[in-house]
């Protein structure tokens, strides 16, 4: 008999665009291996920066960018994808050069983070840094540690302290809920309680794919009992709107 149990977090399968620019098979087939399992991204590889571009033009909305630093098909530059997308895609450089100069490049253009390619490579901690990177750009996807800007520090302190609700969000920041609420309208276009509603929504998926992939038994076990309903529900509920944010 066919269970009618619904997959936890299957209703926003999809919904996070990344795009994998590697030039080298192996390192493709290796960061796939890593993501492709987590049914809330969709992949995209490329091998050549205009072939990135042509999807960054393409009109969907790319949430992550993972770049292997030394393809320079265009301008002979191979920062050309930091200096033109990293204003609105997280980019996460993969390298295989340890020089400290090119790695401040990459940060002082924009680049989330850079990760040395290496044989010791940590599968769940570039999970984490790859889904971290996804929710940072969904929910403020102008967000830079360098910036220090009132929508800036809000979202630091929602990934800091992980309130439960927008007074406590605020009580975090010190201001009212009316400020909160005021700056996330004007800065993004978007409610306080819509961004901590998707934070938290987000938030468990891919802690629950994390545990799936990289738990123990007994956390995996754990995973049996999860509740989606409300989350569910209240994405179903805000569908039109919920999903600009990923189209």
């Known amino acids: 008999m066919k269970s009618n149990i619904l997959r936890p977090y299957d209703y926003i399968d999809n919904t996070i665009n990344i795009i994998i620019l590697e030039d080298e098979p192996f390192q493709t087939e290796l960061i796939t291996e890593i993501l492709e ?19 960054f033009r ?22 050309f994808i930091l200096r033109n997308y990293s204003n609105h895609c997280s980019v996460i450089v993969r390298t295989g050069s340890d020089s400290p100069k090119k790695g401040a490049t990459c940060i002082q253009l924009g680049a989330k983070t850079v990760i040395e390619k290496s044989t010791m490579f940590d599968t769940c901690k570039f999970y984490q840094i790859v889904s971290r990177n996804a929710l940072l750009n969904i929910v403020n996807f102008r967000y830079s540690e360098s910036s220090g800007d009132t929508l800036n520090l809000a979202t630091k302190v ?90």
């Open 37 to 55: 399992p987590v049914q809330l991204f969709s992949l995209y590889t490329v091998t050549t920066n205009k072939e990135a571009v042509s999807l």
């Open 58 to 79: 393409s009109g969907k909305r790319f949430h992550v960018c993972i770049l292997d630093l030394g393809i320079s098909d265009i301008d002979n530059d191979e920062f």
């Open 158 to 247: 929602l990934f800091e302290k992980n309130p439960d609700s927008v007074t406590q969000w605020a009580d975090y920041m010190r201001i009212t809920d009316r400020q909160l609420r005021n700056l996330w309208r004007t800065g993004s276009g978007f409610g306080a309680k819509q961004i901590l509603s998707l934070y938290h929504l987000f938030k468990d998926a891919f802690n629950y794919y994390k545990i799936n992939m990289f738990g123990d038994l007994n956390e995996r076990e754990e995973l049996k009992k999860i509740s989606d309903k409300g989350s569910r529900s209240y994405f179903e509920n805000n569908r039109e709107i919920l999903t600009f944010l990923f189209s």
